[in-house]
């Protein structure tokens, strides 16, 4: 899967061939862009570096501002003025777009910083960049869990330098630039200095050194150079005092002399950047090499998780940029917490759970559940330290509320690491937490009426309560659980029973029509308040387009009018809308598991391709990616309920390397993909035994060794009769029943 994977995909508009079918009814209302990045990563790495040209939102890239259709163009190629550190991926209009640190070879005086170059030879791979501004300096860019190398290949010069400008963050964007409110830097020996800023409320402490022998080191104010000078302290700064400051190391340069510069990183001061420093890299006169080589293997370790054959070449390189793209975040900084002591777990770019607790988090439970264990931990040390358990978190002091978005998502991740029984988690300890949380801010209104608008936020609180009350029995607390359970009925509330749609509120980015089919915990009864299984199932199919004509896509620039349209259409987004995500396996407890076929292979086949332009929408920190890797391995989680449901696998046969176990999936009579052709499961096969039913428990899932597909062109009765289970069945589901 490593050589596979190009970091590249995402980064560029949407280009896809035009959709057919089915998919031509879908409308995408929100960027169509992936808004991922090439720079180097590491997974789940604290640190990123990459090619800046300011451009939004991950600081790479040709793009304006955009929160709707085609994104506008700012530059009419790749540039760069340097090389930042810590971007997001994938993600939209956060207003925390990091870009730290600046580096910048260049061969022109320190006035001409913040030039752009045009960037020619771009190569990307897992953990790795490389390419040659305009200037004719050769760039390579690798990072280690805390710590970033850059190598620059210089032709001769007399003036060569790299210039670290320590003021510059956000994007070179209208409103979208961070100016840092404390700085110190300081030279600390020959090729050896330290900086610390302090930006949007977090201490963020550089250790740097510079293999660059006979070159000067100098500290620099205002662009104009400080001889003699070792420290520069500076505080309150503001918007309108800001100048720009950093280092520059500078000297002649024969031709190919290359000059490595390695930075280690903290959220706990410089010292303890130092250690980070000398953990990742060693200490070794130049690192470069090593370092790419150790984050290469890290990356390999890490996609070897999933093994594939593809159908085709172009599958096996979407299939593992999805993969790759699914691990870049969170990032995982353990000790680094900024705004406490204690050590431990600590993450940040939870951006946000509302992208991502349906898709990559089950991703990350499943393949590394001690990563997940240490993300749970570290969402409750939050709760505990700053009062409210995240709905999205990044690097800042202060938990991001996001409260346009959801409410209390962080219980279904919990949820499911609990029914794992995983070590690692006090669960009486996070039983107060999510029980605590339950009663802040919409869950307010929730507990008095049992309904919170917006209307959503009602089916999350409901979902959560049935999470929490499954946490509640694991410890042992029946009398609380009881009480959780009741309240996770509220969701009913949110229903209006003359339409079977939400009732009428305000929504986050779509319609009632995208939020009235998520995968709740009890689907029996949210079917019979649509009056059945054939009303439900036409209600899906009306959101699907089935039997609808072709939309028309925003382009640049729709106007309110023309987004009022589309929204009116009440229609399937696509996966160019995270509320989507799970609606086609909605199907699945209407008893028609070959309705979920259609659509699944209709938007694997129109919504990811190959180049830069392989994405419909926003990836979000993975969501959209870890979607793919889902629907192409046949499975899919519904977060909080411990359920896996089926549909035919993508490819003829995948291998999932779990935590005590190795699961082998096959798809026989797996056909290439074709218009207007639908693979449907005639049969399945669990470790050899028949499986009727389209779904399966977390824990069969992790106990299985081989899961077997039949497939052919005609739907079948397979999985028809025996629904998932919900929790107004008239009896708890047997899990033997096959």
């Known amino acids: 899967m490593h050589d596979a994977v190009d970091p590249f995909i995402g980064t560029e508009a949407t280009r896809l061939p035009p959709p057919e079918g089915l998919a031509a009814t879908w409308w995408w209302p929100k960027p169509q862009i992936g808004n991922t990045h090439p720079g180097a990563t590491h997974p789940f790495g604290m640190v990123s570096v990459c090619p800046y040209s300011g451009a939004y939102p991950t600081g790479y890239g040709r793009y304006d501002f955009n929160t709707e259709g085609v994104p506008r163009t700012v530059h009419d190629e790749v540039v760069a003025s340097g090389f930042t550190h810590f971007q997001q991926s994938g993600t939209g209009a956060i207003r925390k777009y990091y870009n730290y640190f600046r580096v910048t070879p260049m061969l ?15 190569v990307a791979r897992p953990g790795y960049w490389a390419g040659t501004l305009g200037s004719g300096i050769r760039c390579e860019l690798t990072v280690g869990p805390k710590s970033a190398v850059h190598r620059y290949v210089f032709p001769a010069s007399e003036r060569a330098r790299v210039v670290v400008d320590a003021s510059i963050g956000g994007l070179a964007l209208p409103h979208s630039r961070t100016v840092p409110l404390r700085a110190h830097l300081a030279m600390l020996a020959p090729g050896v200095a330290e900086g610390e800023i302090t930006v949007e409320g977090v201490p963020l402490a550089t250790h740097v050194q510079v293999h660059a022998p006979g070159w000067r080191q100098l500290l620099w104010y205002d662009r104009r150079l400080m001889p003699g000078g070792t420290r520069l302290d500076l505080d309150g700064i503001r918007p309108t005092t800001l100048r720009p400051f950093g280092m520059v190391w500078s000297g002649p340069s024969r031709s190919d002399q290359v000059v490595e510069v390695r930075m280690g990183w903290s959220l706990r001061g410089c010292e303890q950047a130092r250690a980070n420093h000398d953990a990742d890299l060693g200490r070794r006169v130049t690192a470069f090499g090593w370092r790419r080589r150790a984050t290469e293997d890290a990356w390999r370790s890490h996609l070897g998780r999933v093994q594939v054959e593809p159908v085709s070449a172009e599958q096996e390189t979407v299939l593992a940029t999805a993969l790759y793209h699914s691990l870049v975040k969170p990032c995982f900084a353990p000790d680094e917490a900024p705004g406490w002591t204690g050590d431990g777990p600590w993450v940040f770019d939870v951006c946000t759970m509302w992208d991502i607790y349906r898709t990559q988090l089950p991703l990350l439970t499943l393949l590394f559940p001690q990563r997940a264990t240490d993300l749970a931990v570290s969402l409750l040390t939050v709760c505990e330290e700053e009062g409210n358990l995240p709905i999205g978190y990044r690097m800042a002091k202060g938990a991001d509320r996001f ?38 801010t919409y869950g307010e209104d929730y507990l008095l009426h049992q309904v919170a608008h917006p209307i959503s936020h009602t089916l999350d609180l409901a979902m959560a309560y049935h999470a929490t009350a499954a946490v509640a029995r694991r410890v042992g607390d029946r009398a609380l659980a009881r009480q959780l359970s009741g309240l996770a009925g509220g969701w009913i509330n949110a229903f209006d029973p003359d339409t079977g749609l939400l009732v009428d509120s305000t929504f986050y980015e779509g319609g009632r029509w995208n939020y009235s089919f998520r995968l709740l915990h009890d689907m029996r009864a949210r079917i019979e308040l649509a009056g059945g299984d054939t009303p439900f199932v036409a209600m899906l199919d009306r959101f699907f387009g089935f039997g609808q004509p072709p939309v028309r896509q925003p382009g640049v620039g729709p106007t309110s009018a023309e987004l009022q349209a589309g929204y009116a259409l ?28 259609e659509v699944v292979q209709q938007v694997l086949r129109s919504q990811f391709g190959t180049g830069r332009g392989g994405l ?18 046949g499975l899919f989680p519904a977060p909080g309920q411990s359920l896996f449901l089926l549909h035919p696998p993508a490819v003829p046969s995948a291998s999932l390397v779990l935590e005590d176990s190795e699961l082998a999936v096959h798809a026989r009579g797996l056909t290439p993909p074709r218009p207007g052709r639908v693979d449907h499961v005639q049969s399945v096969t669990l470790d050899g035994r028949p499986l009727e ?24 009765g397979w999985g028809r009769q025996h629904r998932p289970p919900s929790t107004s069945d008239p009896r708890p589901p047997d899990p033997s029943r096959r």
């Open 108 to 122: 022109e005086p320190l006035d001409a910083l913040g030039t752009t170059w045009p960037v020619r030879d771009e």
């Open 403 to 440: 409260s346009r978005q959801a409410s209390a998502l962080a219980h279904l991740l919990l949820a499911d690491l609990c029914e794992r029984d995983v070590p690692g988690i006090d669960w009486d300890w996070a039983l107060v937490h999510l029980e605590a949380e339950l009663r802040r």
């Open 570 to 597: 009440g229609r399937f987004e696509g996966l160019n809308n995270e509320p989507d995500y799970d609606a086609p396996w909605a199907y699945h407890w209407a008893g028609r598991p070959d309705r979920t076929a």
């Open 616 to 633: 419909p929408g926003n990836d979000d920190s993975g969501g959209l990616s870890a979607w793919y890797v889902w629907a192409t391995l």
């Open 693 to 716: 039913r389209a779904w399966l428990s977390a824990a069969e899932l992790r106990e299985a060794s081989e899961l077997v597909f039949t497939l052919g062109h005609e739907p079948s």
